[in-house]
């Protein structure tokens, strides 16, 4: 069974969950991927705003697969897939979306340092501009 949430980020420390759930009306399975989103979304707007970029769209993906075909107690994940769609002004910013992302994903988010004890993760970066 797959779980999933994602989030898009509104300010540098505020997000909205784009299903318009809210972290209350989540399974204990969901919250651990909405933890590790929340993480991940505040270290990248962080790591954008030092890069001087700001992004018109930061939404982020996590989803985990389990090794049951329903949510148990004894359900545990057995991979991960992580999802960033980031929009940009022009291709300088872009460039400087990237790099955040990579230290972010690669170097400073703890959350997806935990993830990683658990099961791999890969990821997919779609970054976009919003340049005529």
Known sequence: MIQQVTLRMTAPKSYVFTDGRTLDQLNPK???????????????????????????????SL????????????SVFTSFQMTYRVACKDATEQARASQAIDLTHEKHCGGIRMLEKVAPITREVEITTTEQ
């Open 63 to 74: 989803s985990g697969t389990l090794d049951t075909d329903t949510v148990q107690t004894i």
């Open 30 to 60: 969901e919250l651990l991927l909405a933890s590790t989103l929340i993480c991940t979304g505040i270290t990248a707007m962080a790591i954008l705003e030092k890069k001087r970029v700001t992004p018109s769209l930061l939404e982020i």
